[in-house]
């Protein structure tokens, strides 16, 4: 390590840079279109094959898509271990969408709850049944979504017509040939009990006919619904590895369901102070790792990140692991304390690293290292002299998410003007591209010189870059605070991105 | 074109209804499945209705999970055992669903089915049906399949059976964690339909696979099977091959784990034997009982009874009575609470000397405790203590806590008390109460909340048949009847639920002279509430009343509330007139 030093810009080890092209648009806008509020998408998420995608928004509907590109159907359990080899970008289409969450009203506390969707998390898949969690601020509900095929019915032993008199339930999906009743339409007594039956039975009765048409219709039910056990907002969901638990994260509380008892849940962490005054600390953001069942990392407006060992107790309220980076107190101002607050957090694939988005910048943690992240990246630096401005219009309050690569080797997350910024982790990468969602991507990329002075130690393997030199004004384009990019996800296993400017999906790929 | 004979529409119907739009009649459907299975015959259900549903199982989950439970008990339906194999290819495929409760019931309905099979259908269609479950693609079959192997296993050949073996094996190891749940919690089924040498094998090593999987839930489920293996093993490979993995568990990392050992660990103790017991176990308990974690000592601690009733006496004073003093002022009050509902148990196994001498400290502390909930326990098991130390002792202790209890703030406190209070008074006898417990029955009949009243409404009514109506004449009735002037209305109508629930009890004589004047005279209440309840009361007292009494006293005066201005006063009254008819003509 002693020998690398600026030359390391050149490590073979790191994987040239992604040219990103358009691939699809959802939603799209036309020119002077008025987005309506309840069509912006709030929520986006990859399953773990990356064959579905959904998107949740603020009108609480959840939107699915279907990658079409997918070899047809495999081994399915080749797809459980989800290793398939794809040639081409994946391309995705519109499959389903129902409505998730209701307004609802809280007459006890008086609070509207919105039906927003603040989360969407994909479940284990069971044969060709697709399970997913969706919450909004307060209700977690598990949704299966199933592909049925449109049956007829005929070969009735009965005309419904006939049968109707006395039989409200006549099925209207009936067709083709029907038995007719002689005396249709009449009374009938309900067969008593002494009924005899012949021993061959009777041979007049007949079952139903069932004719399995060619389409299909996709179904979406609401299994469960896991309410009444968060007094704030929530803010996550997370399932944990072993397929039968998750968590549910509000600002004070994080709860531990399993996902067949809708009925019970229990607390696990409670950062309440017995006075509310005392409170100085909210959770932000709270994620299962992806491999070990009883580890648990949340993030909290203070910008520290602490990792939890289910196994130790009951109720966590000693982190095993805190991760904090102690800021030099010269630079400290009165928004310090405000941009820290950590909006996302993801663990990578390996389970080794964790992710953190701030106002700022964009963090990668090595859990083996809590003193810094391994990482830092400027993800919109030339707004710092603007903070004034963005806590006047409350936008230094957004929280925009980040995502991982599949492979771990970039992270990427989003900024204002619809801009997106997707950066390379490994050391001595220097990718640092600033991506537009829009049909064409490339349109922002400036090529500045992404390394800015390093920090001094070089020993260490902490990187700063990618600050981007506030030039970026002069190709003419102003800040827009109100088309922010919040929500994206990165493919779990190819280099492509889905993200949400407003109420359209963008999706590219590299 | 099918003719239906007017006896068969109804049947015709629930047979259409299978395939109804509406949910609601396809369930009921499939709930009478054996009568349409009885009205089509024994052969044609076995080809046409049994086919039927196997093609039709994409239907809503609660009708499948209907489907599952009926076809269970379908053997009679398709012609006896000899055919019982024709049901398990609809089982099967619900076997392989997303919703747990309809494969569970699947699996249930398919063991119930293979019981009964002969030796040769079990070869020639149970086991392939479970080797196809488990190779199935998905998770959803392969969690099924294992809770099938011990219907399987004993009538399989010798081949057959070392392939059944090692396919468990491979389900211990699948890639799923629902799956190895699956084994793991049925291994112990499986394993007492293994003969002894495979047992020590292979049955064996699968186990220890699971002691160390990476997953907490299904470490979790090895401990369960723990003591299951430990029953099927012999004493000595018990403590040669359980004993050392229980120990370790009850020392795992994860509080889950131990809090399942601490569930777990008194039924190991019979199967490894006394000395082990000794040396192992005893050590290992201790630990738990005195674990960092709650929620283990809880669980621990709800043992304790149990564990001591297999040591006998010495053991647990010499270990285990040390740790139960620490617990009973233990952190935390769920921790107490578990102790003080199961304390009581240990004195009949401590004896009467060790009982006085090291419990009843304990038990005392108990019962001062600051909680509700851990006096409530100690409480609601005093008949089992009063053997042991007598009723003198108990008396001096017990009152001032359940004084205290009786005017607890939370009114759930007091009601449970009260539902105690008939079972104190037969233990500790009429004198005693009157003593200290008549004032407290009285002063709940004032309470503000509604169902404390009515409790204590209640409660005179157990008192009185405990003891008695000569003692109800005394002790309950003047105090009773004192309270029909109170201001409030609310309180003037608990005092009439009293008296319609008493007077059954004191019989004809008490009733007509104490009483019914009472009732009358609130007939004139100046709230309707009243009123109509003095109706309701007097409909109530008809049956019981002499003849003369009720066309004397009580008519008279329900007639007069027939005709109240307030229109439920006078719906009630004429309720209860046409109830006194009734009665009237039937006698």
Redesign the interface.
């Known amino acids: 390590m002693n020998g690398k030093g600026p030359e390391d810009a050149r490590d073979p080890a790191a994987p040239p840079a992604l040219e990103w092209k358009f691939a699809q648009v959802f939603g799209e806008r036309t020119a002077g279109e008025e987005v309506q509020e309840v069509d912006i998408i709030s929520a986006i998420e990859f399953d773990k094959s990356g064959d579905h995608l959904a998107t949740g928004d603020r009108g609480g509907r959840v939107v699915l898509f279907e990658r079409t590109d997918v070899r047809a159907h495999g081994c399915r359990r080749d797809l459980e271990r989800l290793d398939y080899p794809v040639s081409r970008h994946p391309e995705f289409r519109y499959q389903t969408e129902f409505q998730s969450h209701e307004p609802e009203f809280d007459y006890l506390k008086s609070l509207e709850i919105e039906e927003k969707i603040n989360k969407i998390r994909w479940c284990q898949t069971a044969n060709s049944a697709l399970f997913l969690l969706s919450t909004n601020d307060k209700t977690i509900k598990f949704w299966k979504v199933q592909e049925k095929k449109v049956k007829r019915i005929s070969e009735m032993n009965l005309d419904p017509s006939q049968a109707g008199g006395n039989d409200s339930s006549a099925s209207s999906s009936t067709a083709g040939p029907r038995a007719c009743l002689p005396n249709g339409g009449c009374s009938y007594n309900y067969m008593c009990n002494d009924f005899s039956f012949p021993p061959g039975g009777f041979p007049s009765l007949r079952l139903p006919v069932v004719v399995a048409g060619q389409e299909t219709s996709l179904v979406a039910k609401c299994r469960r619904i896991y309410a009444h056990a968060h007094d704030y907002h929530i803010n996550s969901i997370s399932n944990n590895s072993d397929g039968e638990t998750f968590i549910s994260a509000d600002d004070l509380r994080i709860n531990l369901w399993n996902l067949e008892i809708s009925n019970q849940s229990f607390n696990i962490v409670d950062v309440k102070p017995a006075n509310m005054e005392d409170l100085t600390e909210v959770i932000t953001s709270a994620e299962f790792h992806p491999t070990h069942c009883n580890t648990l990392a949340y993030s909290s407006s203070k910008g520290s990140i602490r990792l939890l060992d289910l196994r130790q107790s009951a109720l966590c309220d000693n982190h095993s692991q805190l991760f904090e980076e102690h800021e030099a107190s010269s630079s400290r101002s009165f928004f310090t304390e405000i941009i820290a607050s950590i909006s996302d957090i993801k663990f990578g694939k390996d389970g080794r690293h964790i992710l953190s988005r701030d106002y700022m910048t964009l963090k990668l943690w090595d859990i083996n290292m809590d003193s810094r992240p391994v990482a830092t990246f400027q993800v919109h630096e030339y707004l710092r002299p603007k903070l004034c401005d963005l806590y006047e219009n409350d936008s230094i309050f957004d929280k925009f998410e980040c995502c991982l690569s599949g492979d771990g080797l970039r992270v990427a997350t989003g900024s204002y003007s619809n801009l997106f910024r997707v950066f390379g982790c490994v050391a001595g990468s220097t990718e640092a591209m600033t991506l537009e969602a829009s049909k064409n991507p490339m349109r922002r990329q400036v090529q500045s010189p992404a390394r800015t002075a390093r920090s001094l130690s070089s020993l260490t393997r902490v990187v700063r870059r990618g600050a981007e030199s506030p030039g970026i004004d002069a190709n003419g384009n102003s800040y827009d605070f109100t088309t922010k990019l919040l929500h994206l996800a990165w493919h779990p296993t190819e280099n492509s991105i889905a993200c949400a400017a407003a109420n359209s999906l963008y999706m590219y790929y590299a | 074109?099918?003719?239906?004979?007017?006896?068969?529409?109804?049947?015709?119907?629930l047979?259409?209804?299978?395939?109804?739009?509406?949910i609601q009649?396809r369930l009921n459907s499939i709930r009478r499945l054996s009568?349409i299975a009885?009205?089509?015959?024994?052969?044609?259900?076995r080809k046409?209705?049994i086919p039927?549903l196997s093609?039709?199982n994409?239907d809503d989950d609660e009708v499948l999970l209907a489907m599952a439970e009926e076809l269970g008990v379908f053997i009679p339906y398709v012609g006896g055992v000899e055919y019982a194999h024709v049901l398990l290819p609809p089982l099967e495929t619900l076997c392989?669903?997303?919703?747990?409760c309809v494969r569970d019931k699947a699996v249930e309905s398919l063991c119930r089915i293979g019981v009964q099979m002969k030796e040769n259908y079990l070869v020639d269609w149970f086991v392939p049906l479970v080797k196809r479950l488990a190779a199935g693609?998905?998770?959803?079959a392969r969690v099924s399949s294992c809770g099938l192997f011990h219907i399987a296993y004993p009538s399989a050949p010798d081949q057959l059976k070392a392939e059944l073996r090692s396919i468990y094996s491979q389900l211990c190891q699948d890639?799923?964690?629902?799956v190895r749940?699956a084994a793991a919690s049925n291994l112990g089924k499986f394993a007492a339909t293994v003969e002894q040498s495979y047992l020590k094998a292979e049955i064996m090593s699968i186990f220890d696979d699971l002691t160390q999987d990476?997953?907490?839930?299904v470490r979790l489920l090895a401990v369960e099977s723990c003591a299951a293996l430990g029953k099927l093993l012999e004493p000595l490979d018990c403590v040669a091959h359980i004993l050392p993995v229980i120990v370790n568990f009850s020392q795992?990392?994860?509080?889950?784990?131990r809090y399942m050992v601490a569930n777990q660990l008194y039924e190991l103790c019979e199967a490894v034997g006394p000395e082990p017991t000794r040396v192992d176990l005893v050590p290992a308990y201790v630990r738990l009982l005195r674990d960092?974690?709650?929620?283990v000592r809880i669980a621990a601690a709800g043992k304790v009874t149990k564990f001591c009733r297999i040591l006998g006496p010495q053991l647990p004073i010499q270990h285990i009575l040390p740790c139960v003093k620490e617990l009973s002022s233990d952190s935390s009050q769920h921790v107490r609470s578990a102790l003080a509902s199961v304390i009581m148990g240990m004195a009949p196994v401590l004896g009467k000397d060790a009982t006085i001498d090291q419990l009843l400290p304990i038990f005392l502390s108990l019962l001062k405790d600051e909680f509700p909930d851990v006096r409530l326990n100690i409480i609601s098991k005093l008949d089992q203590v009063n053997q042991v130390i007598g009723i003198d002792l108990l008396s001096q202790s017990l009152l001032p806590a359940i004084v205290e209890l009786a005017e607890d703030r939370h009114w759930r406190v007091r009601l449970a008390i009260i539902e105690y209070i008939p079972l104190l008074a037969s233990q500790l006898g009429v004198g005693f109460f009157d003593d200290k417990l008549g004032t407290l029955c009285m002063q709940w009949l004032e309470d503000k909340v509604f169902s404390i009243r009515d409790a204590a409404a209640n409660n005179l009514k157990r008192l009185a048949e405990e003891f008695g109506p000569e003692w109800a004449m005394q002790h309950i009735i003047p105090q009773v009847l004192d309270k029909i002037s109170n201001p409030h209305y609310l309180y003037r109508m608990t005092i009439l639920q009293a008296i319609s629930l008493l007077a059954p009890v004191l019989g004809v004589d008490i009733t007509c002279q104490k009483l019914l004047p009472v009732v009358i005279a609130s007939s004139k209440d100046r709230v309707p509430n009243i009123k109509f309840n003095v109706a309701k009361v007097l409909q109530s007292l008809v049956p019981i009343l002499d003849q003369s009494v009720v066309e004397n006293t009580i008519r008279p005066c329900l007639i007069e509330l027939s005709e109240d201005p307030d229109v439920d006063v006078r719906y009630f009254a004429n309720q209860a007139l046409q109830a006194s008819d009734q009665v009237m003509m039937s006698s």
């Open positions: 074109m099918a003719m239906i004979d007017e006896p068969l529409y109804p049947i015709a119907i047979i259409d209804e299978l395939k109804n739009e509406d009649l009568t009885r009205a089509l015959g024994e052969e044609r259900t046409e209705l039927f093609e039709n994409d392989t669903v997303e919703e747990t693609e998905w998770f959803t890639d799923m964690p629902m749940r990476d997953q907490d839930s795992d990392k994860s509080w889950r784990v960092n974690e709650a929620e």
